[in-house]
């Protein structure tokens, strides 16, 4: 590692780390409950 690297590391964390939690993929949204339609506010 170049010294730049290390003081990097130091400062914000291991790049190495960051990357990894970058690249893992995000919890997925709570799913809406597409089954059930709308709730219809008017009568037509």
Same mark, same amino acid.
């Given at each position: 590692?170049?010294?730049?690297?290390?003081?990097?590391?130091?400062?914000?964390?291991?790049?190495?780390?960051?990357? &990894?939690? *970058?690249?893992?993929?995000? !919890? +997925? #949204? &709570?799913? *809406?409950?597409?089954?059930? !339609? +709308? #709730?219809?506010?008017?009568?037509?």
């Amino acid at each position: 590692l170049r010294a730049h690297e290390l003081e990097d590391e130091l400062l914000f964390g291991k790049p190495e780390e960051s990357a &990894e939690v *970058a690249a893992e993929p995000a !919890p +997925p #949204p &709570e799913p *809406a409950p597409a089954q059930e !339609p +709308p #709730p219809i506010t008017y009568i037509e």
